[in-house]
């Protein structure tokens, strides 16, 4: 198949070198802002340089990869749904919720080959942790943790146009945990602080952040997260049920250190990024893409998909600055 990617920042060719390496794939077209890039890129990867998303729209691949600055997803979505194209599209798929509804009813009823990028969806650990909840062999589970810990700050231009840790990074926890556990969300309680860099004040956005939810069945999920981790990336999941409790992110690369006496647990090299942690994620989700693509599996990660966990980060983001807890139901539209 001929796949077209739009987008060669850090995330983009990164999807470049996988989109390459996928079997299925024998074409790829790419495109960026900045023509340099789109000429490196493609020399690296093998793929055919193109000027911009027109031409790879009139290019007519069988299907679209979005990795380009979120201002431009809404209008780049809304083509490729147009030229009936699947289309996978990184989170969000708009910046501002004004944006994203207003999309979501642009496409409603023809975005059933929409696949939005939540790649815990597809990262092993947690794949056998909702596994593990669907089974019923954790029982009720009652307790949830997940934890989110960037090993530095991102640049202080995308923490300005970011929306805010909740949507931009905490939004990956969210979704995790609707999805692993095959609950809804109903309630957030956030809270955060601005240590660090001064464009959090400025911007007023926090560089650590604690979120209580309340599940639909009354269980409860803490949600964790920080810009400031210098020991590494940290992505983890714990879910403790009445009959069992089970953890995903406890490998030898996890970047945290005991000081029990004779604990040498985790011995390996922590992760440094979310680029090595869930590289095996990364190039699972994109063959899921190959596949809807192909017509032989629904998309695994929805409009619909991608607008609930966004409401629960609306949600924690209100509750924040009004000091209080929020219920879902006030911010949906």
Same mark, same amino acid.
């Given at each position: 198949m001929r796949i077209g990617l739009i987008g060669l920042g850090r995330i983009g060719a990164f999807h470049a070198r996988t989109l390459a390496g996928l079997e299925g794939v024998d074409q790829l077209l790419v495109t960026d802002v900045r023509p340099e890039i789109t000429a490196q890129v493609a020399a690296e990867v093998g793929a055919e340089p193109l000027a911009s998303p027109r031409?790879?729209?009139?290019?007519?691949?069988?299907g679209v990869v979005i990795a380009a600055a979120t201002p431009a997803h809404p209008e780049l979505l809304l083509a490729a749904v147009d030229a009936g194209l699947p289309v996978f599209c990184e989170k969000p798929i708009a910046g501002l919720v004004d944006d994203a509804v207003d999309l979501a009813g642009k496409l409603a009823g023809r975005d059933e080959r929409v696949h939005v990028g939540y790649p815990r969806r597809f990262d092993a650990g947690f794949a056998a942790a909702r596994a593990a909840v669907a089974s019923g062999e954790l029982g009720r589970v009652h307790t949830v943790r997940s934890t989110t810990l960037d090993p530095a700050p991102p640049p202080d231009d995308?923490?300005?146009? @970011?929306?805010?840790? !909740?949507?931009?990074?905490?939004?990956?926890?969210?979704?995790?945990?609707?999805?692993?556990?095959?609950?809804e969300i109903v309630e957030a309680y956030a809270t955060g602080d601005q240590h660090g860099a001064p464009v959090f004040a400025e911007t007023g956005d926090v560089s650590t952040a604690q979120v209580l939810l309340t599940l639909d069945d009354g269980s409860a999920a803490l949600v964790t997260g920080s810009r400031y981790n210098p020991r590494g990336y940290?992505?983890?999941?714990?879910?403790?049920?009445?009959?069992?409790s089970i953890a995903v992110g406890l490998d030898d690369g996890l970047p945290l250190r @005991?000081?029990?006496?004779?604990? @040498?647990?985790?011995?390996?090299?922590?992760?440094?990024? !979310?680029?090595?942690?869930?590289?095996?994620? !990364?190039?699972?989700e994109l063959t899921a893409f190959t596949e809807v693509v192909d017509g032989t599996r629904p998309s695994p990660c929805t409009v619909a998909d991608a607008m609930t966990s966004g409401w629960v980060a609306e949600a924690a983001t209100r509750s924040m600055q009004q000091r209080r807890p929020v219920r879902i139901e006030e911010v949906v539209r």
């Open positions: 031409e790879v729209f009139d290019a007519a691949p069988d995308y923490v300005r146009v @970011s929306g805010g840790i !909740f949507r931009d990074c905490l939004v990956h926890d969210f979704d995790a945990i609707r999805w692993v556990t095959g609950r940290d992505v983890r999941l714990e879910l403790h049920g009445d009959r069992d @005991s000081v029990e006496p004779g604990v @040498s647990f985790p011995a390996g090299t922590p992760h440094r990024f !979310f680029m090595d942690r869930l590289a095996p994620a !990364f190039q699972a």
